[in-house]
């Protein structure tokens, strides 16, 4: 789980407001692989999905707009993480496994998330706030 503690305090409140929901979704996810929900899983992995396909794409705009220098690296990065989630997503449906899902919570998706927050999104925050 991830604890709001946990999450990096950035110089752009709204980029704390989408990484608090974003948490909240996984922490939700979670719950839902420990209770071996298989519909509640399948609809936050979707719901989970969106939300960070529409914090990327507006993150995305923003550093386009703004001429953020390093914009190809951090997109690139999205872009992994977006095919990454999307795959997981492939491979429940086809299997119906929340263990495949908690593992990939545990052993990525829960650290990278706040890893990515701490130093690209931290990067990007600072640049935006100057």
Known sequence: MISLDQIPILAIPSMNDTHLEESLIINRLEVAVNNNDID???LILRELLEHTGLHYFD???LMEETLYPAFKTHKKEHDRHLGELRSVIEYFDKHKEPGAVDAYIKGNLSAW??????????ELALFLNA
């Not at 998330?113 to 931290?122: G, I, K, P, Q, S």
């Open 40 to 42: 509640e899983v399948y």
């Open 59 to 61: 993150e995305e705009k």
């Open 113 to 122: 998330t706040l890893h990515h927050a701490e130093t690209m999104d931290r």
